[in-house]
């Protein structure tokens, strides 16, 4: 059982680029939350996803997609990463509609340059 | 929507002695405040949350406090110890998503 699971650890993008970070989880979590950390600002949510086949934009989406492949897997996308995206992005998840806590994935450091 | 403040952004405090931050909330709606404990380097960590229809909280030497009336919730930490020393951010569920406060740098001083 390894709860909520982030790859890659650390990523180094030049402007421009793309990349995809994943986001599995093995406790049957209905709702995922993607959120981005900057020193100061606390944790601002991007996207979630409430259950499976449903998305919505958080407080801070622009830049940024979602895909909710299946129950398990909550992948952030990143189509033309720019230096503001450069950030800790953590993945997390809600067991049911009746539990409000959210489990964090280890998280992933993004630089962009 | 929600808006979450945070009070102090850092706390100094000596071994043994007690800690207090402070947060205030703006959506009445709000149902469910948890808070989280960060180390350097790792994944924020619930530690204790208080749902709208209690007041207090307490889990050893942790303790929320929550005033609906003044939208205003409190976590209390006694007898701290060097291992307390983290980030600590308090939170509002708001429509189903968590709105997070900017988070208070607790340092604990041998």
């Known amino acids: 059982n390894a709860g909520v699971t982030q790859t890659p650890k650390f990523q180094v993008l030049k402007t421009g680029q793309s990349m995809t970070l994943q986001c599995a989880q093995d406790m049957n979590h209905n709702s995922m939350y993607w959120y981005r950390q900057d020193p100061g600002m606390g944790l601002r949510l991007i996207y979630y996803s409430a259950s499976e086949g449903t998305t919505d934009k958080g407080e801070v989406p622009n830049g940024y997609n979602v895909s909710r492949l299946n129950k398990r897997e909550f992948s952030l996308r990143l189509e033309s990463a720019a230096p503001s995206q450069t950030s800790v992005y953590f993945c997390?998840?809600?067991?049911?509609?009746?539990?409000?806590?959210?489990?964090f994935g280890p998280g992933t450091r993004l630089t962009v340059t | 929507g929600e808006n979450v403040e945070q009070h102090p952004s850092t706390l100094s405090v000596q071994e043994g002695d007690s800690a207090v931050i402070k947060c205030t909330y703006s959506?009445?709606?709000?149902?469910?405040f948890p808070w989280y404990k960060q180390e350097l380097g790792k994944r924020p960590q619930l530690i204790i949350d208080?749902?709208?229809?209690?007041g207090e909280k307490k889990d050893q030497r942790i303790a929320v406090t929550l005033n609906k009336t003044a939208k205003h919730f409190s976590l209390h930490i006694t007898e701290t110890q060097p291992e307390d020393s983290a980030v600590y951010f308090c939170?509002?569920?708001?429509?189903?998503?968590?709105?997070f406060g900017a988070g208070t740098q607790v340092v604990v001083t041998p």
């Open positions: 997390a998840g809600t067991p049911s509609l009746s539990s409000y806590e959210q489990y």
């Open positions: 208080i749902r709208s229809n209690v």
């Open positions: 939170a509002a569920l708001s429509w189903g998503k968590l709105q």
């Open positions: 959506d009445s709606a709000s149902n469910y």
